[in-house]
C-alpha cells in the first residue's frame, strides 16, 4: 500500500520519526512501537531518512518488511540531509495536506516507547483542547527521569548557565532553564522534540519547523511560536518513553568524554536570540554567557574542579557571537 493511499482516510495520530545513520536504534524504536500501535487502531508512522549514506535505507527497508510493519510504517528516504526540522516536515507536510490526523507525535529514533505512553499522550490532548503541544517524560533505561521540560532561554538563564554560582543560581531560578524534573502534569514552556505531540491546529496557526535549524533550538522556537498564537505546553509524566540521550547526535551524551560543539549548534542558538528578541537582546545575552563562563573557568581552574565542559568552549562561543560573527537572517 502507497504512503498516498494510506492517508485517504483519516488517522487518530500520526508518528513521525526521522532517521540518521541510527538502523538498529530506529527499528527497535519500531519495535517499541507495535503494541502501542495496536492500542490506537489507525495510528500510523512516518519515517524518513536524512540521506544517511551509511546503508540505513536498505536496513530499513528490509526491517520493515521481514517485521510486518508495513501496514502501519511508511518509508521516506529523502534527497539530503537538511537537519531534524528539515526531515520532520518532509514527513508533516503531506500528513497535513490530505485528511490530516488530530495529532502529530514527534518521536526520536534513539527512544523506546513504554507501554501506554502514546495513549497516555492522546489522552491528555483530548481531555484539553486548550493544549497546542505536550511532551513525555523521558527516562533513562533504569527509569531515572531525565529533565525534558524546560523554560525558554534568556539573557538572564544565559547568565545563570554561564556562571554556575550555586547562590547566584538560587537567587535566578526562576529563569533556570532547566528546573528540577515535575512529579505531576503540569504547564511549561517547552519540552524536548524526542517525544512532543502537536495538536494538527498549531501547524495551522504557525506553520512547520523552522528548517533554518539544523538542529537544535527549533523545538523550542516551534513551542515559543505555538505560546505566542495562544496555545499552551504541558508536561505528561503519565507517557514514559526511554531516552537514549545523545545517541542520535552524538553531542549530548553525557556517558563520554564531551565533544567540541559543532558549528550548527552555535548557528542555532544565534537563530534563536536573534530571530525571537532582536540583536541588542542578543548582544546582552551573549556578554552575560561569555562573562560568566570566563568568570566559572576561572574559578574552576582555582579549586580544582574537573572539566567538563566541551573543549574550546569560550573560544567557540565568542568566535560565533553577534559581536565577531555576521548575524544569521532570521529569514533563511
Not at 508518528?15 to 487502531?41: A, F, H, K, M, Q
Not at 538563564?157 to 550555586?166: H, V
Request: hydrophobic content about 40%; charged content about 20%.
Amino acid at each position: 500500500m502507497s504512503y498516498a493511499t494510506r492517508l485517504d482516510n483519516q488517522t487518530p495520530l500520526t508518528v513521525v520519526i526521522v532517521n540518521y545513520r541510527t538502523p538498529g536504534l530506529t527499528i527497535d524504536c519500531l519495535r517499541s512501537l507495535e503494541s502501542e500501535v495496536r492500542s490506537l487502531p489507525g495510528t500510523r508512522v512516518v519515517l524518513t531518512d536524512n540521506d544517511s549514506g551509511d546503508g540505513s535505507v536498505e536496513q530499513l527497508n528490509t526491517a520493515i518488511a521481514t517485521e510486518g510493519w508495513s501496514n502501519w510504517v511508511s518509508f521516506m528516504p529523502l534527497e539530503r540531509n537538511g537537519g531534524f526540522a528539515y526531515g520532520n516536515n518532509a514527513a508533516i507536510r503531506p500528513v497535513l495536506s490530505t485528511n490530516p490526523p488530530p495529532y502529530i507525535l514527534l518521536l526520536n529514533p534513539d527512544t523506546i516507547v513504554r507501554p501506554g505512553a502514546l495513549q497516555a499522550l492522546v489522552d491528555f490532548m483530548d481531555k484539553h483542547p486548550d493544549v497546542g503541544i505536550a511532551g513525555s517524560r523521558l527516562e533513562d533505561l533504569d527509569g531515572t527521569p531525565q529533565r525534558s521540560a524546560f523554560r525558554f532561554h534568556t539573557a538572564i538563564s544565559e547568565l545563570e548557565q554561564g556562571l554556575r554560582l550555586g547562590v547566584v543560581s538560587k537567587l535566578l531560578a526562576h529563569w533556570g532553564v532547566a528546573p528540577p524534573v515535575p512529579e505531576e502534569t503540569c504547564q511549561t514552556d517547552w519540552v524536548a522534540g524526542a517525544s512532543m505531540i502537536v495538536r494538527r491546529e498549531v501547524f495551522e496557526a504557525v506553520g512547520l519547523m523552522d528548517e533554518g535549524y539544523f538542529m537544535y533550538y527549533e523545538e523550542m522556537d516551534f513551542c515559543l511560536q505555538a505560546k505566542r498564537a495562544g496555545w499552551s505546553c504541558w508536561y505528561v509524566p503519565q507517557s514514559r518513553v526511554v531516552h537514549l540521550v545523545g545517541q542520535s547526535s552524538g553531542v549530548t551524551d553525557s556517558k563520554r568524554p564531551p565533544k567540541r560543539l559543532p558549528q550548527y549548534w552555535f548557528d542555532s542558538r544565534q537563530r534563536y536570540f536573534l530571530k525571537n528578541y532582536g540583536w541588542l537582546y542578543t548582544a546582552i545575552a551573549d556578554a552575560f554567557w561569555a562573562s560568566g563562563f570566563a568568570v566559572w573557568r576561572l574559578r574552576r581552574g582555582f579549586q580544582g574542579k574537573p572539566d567538563l565542559d566541551p573543549p574550546q568552549f569560550l573560544s567557540d562561543f565568542l568566535r560565533n557571537s553577534v559581536f565577531l560573527k555576521k548575524s544569521l537572517s532570521s529569514s533563511n
